[in-house]
């Protein structure tokens, strides 16, 4: 895009409008400020990690002889390309996390995302599909190394922690490097429970907090099992695979796993005890795994009762699903007021970052006034993630998407290896969950993507209108993006615009008098003073960013009234108008 930005947004500006200056923000809206949240959490970005693959910082629990004649340790997939996946555990541990706190903090972060840390089985599961290197939901062969195959939710799985390091521990530590950590957290099931030839010890079995089995599925197909006539069936449900042309694939069982019944109060005890348990333990958030497969009234509930003792605690959860509409219902007050990571976003960065869409592809996904969401300023962002191919980007592309990631509305989710390209484009069983290692974390800084990712994600940790603000956009058309993020909240007033450049040439953006007001701007990198009068025309490189900001609230006349309506239809959902 070669045209000047005063050009792009002209549709955006009220005709009449001719004048430019500053409006103090408190006095643009109804008196209660300007910003898009008040979420706390929001403040942190979120490094996101399968705990087993990341590092093995403490070989004695890697249970290497576990299993027996159906083996956990090292269980390679191979692929026709050479690059293999891997089903079995491969030694990450908390240790390994916690010893490498400092290189994810000094990436920009300020929390952590692992898996589930509660029991698995202990051997490799023999019932359900073989895995292949291109299969998905196919789980003969493999293990519990990626933590959701839970069998004890009370207990702590033995991969994980190490002599002097319990999960206590664990968060003392990472709160002590600056970091907080987000549990990943299963309400809809247990461990695959069927399909195998014999029973195998866990596989479909739960046991409470002193050790004693309280459910258990006995090998049985769901259909088969009699939860009035046997306590131990009670657990589950016995509706079995539904698939889609019978209704919906959320009505039953996914894959071969125990589908916890969320109508019987046992299951609703059971879990919220260990949940609870945990966040004592020093979980300071939740991200919520398969939500979309339990009831919202079991989601209400469990969240009623969580921040019932803990107030306000943060909880995002997974509706693998890209139709706004239909995750969004997971966020309204009604169904528990659960945030959830941005599908649709997701679907449109891939389209921006590792295809040949422009940014007005994402403006869609962005919903900023009166849409589906309760507050789009809180869902989880993110490009990829454990369950879908990694993205296919090139290492512009990745500079690209996170430029836009830790400037536009959300809080940052980055899954790991991803600051250097690992396994860029790889699938679940084939490479897209790899043991990343200490030697890569060692030399991660040598990537240009680390680089250029730190540098924008620190920004945004030292940035609060980059975390919080209105988002308050001016052009997403081509290579080129443009907007404001404005934070006008209590003590704390601070403006920040921002210029995306993802094409190779250099971009020269000029806005004028309407789009930005006059006054002494600095450049956010750096510091360097920038004088803004009667407009102003700005460089941008090839696949770089520019932020200027002010530590007042300062918007253009003719920007006035676009802000006011931002401020006002920033909430959406039910009743939205």
Known sequence: MTRALTVAVAALLCAGCSSAGAVRAGQAADGDGLYGTREPFAAHAVYFVVTDRFVNGDTSNDQRDQGGAHRTFDIPVRCPDGIDGNIGY????????????????????????????????????????????????????????????????????????SADLDFRGFTDGMRAAGLKTVLDIVGNHGAPSWTMPEPQPGFGQIFDADGKLIADHQNLPPQ?????????????????????????????????????????????????????????????AFRIDTIAWMPHAFWKRFADRIRGQHPSFFMFGEAFDYNADKIAEHTWARNGGVSVLDFPMKQAMDAVFAGDAGFERLAPALHLERGPYANPYDLATFYDNHDMPRMAASDTGFIDAHHWLFTARGIPVVYYGSETGFMRGRGEHAGNRGYYGQARVDAGAQSPIHAALTRIATLRRDTPALQRGLQLVLDLEGDHAAFYRVLDDGDTQQTALVLLNKGDAPWRATLDAAQIADGDWRDAFGGVPVAVEEGVSLDVPGHGVRVLLRDDVAVSAALRERLQGLMAGRLGGPGAK
């Not at 131990?232 to 019944?261: E, P, R």
């Open 224 to 284: 088969q099992l009699d939860p009035k006539g046997n306590p131990l069936h009670a657990f589950y449900n016995a509706t079995g695979v539904v698939d889609a042309k019978d209704g919906s694939i959320f009505d039953g069982n996914l894959a071969q796993l125990s589908d916890f019944d969320a109508a019987n109060p046992a299951v609703f005890e059971y879990l919220a005890g260990a949940y609870e348990q945990w966040i004592g333990q020093g979980a300071d």
């Open 90 to 161: 491969l030694g990450g541990d908390f240790r390994g996390v916690l010893d490498n706190a400092g290189y994810i903090r000094d990436m920009g972060f300020g929390a952590v995302w692992i898996t589930p840390i509660v029991a698995n089985p202990d051997e490799a599961f023999t019932g359900g599909d073989p895995v292949a290197c291109g299969s998905s939901l196919t789980d003969r062969g493999k293990t519990g190394y990626h933590g959701y195959w839970g069998t004890n939710f009370y207990k702590v799985d033995e991969h994980l922690p």
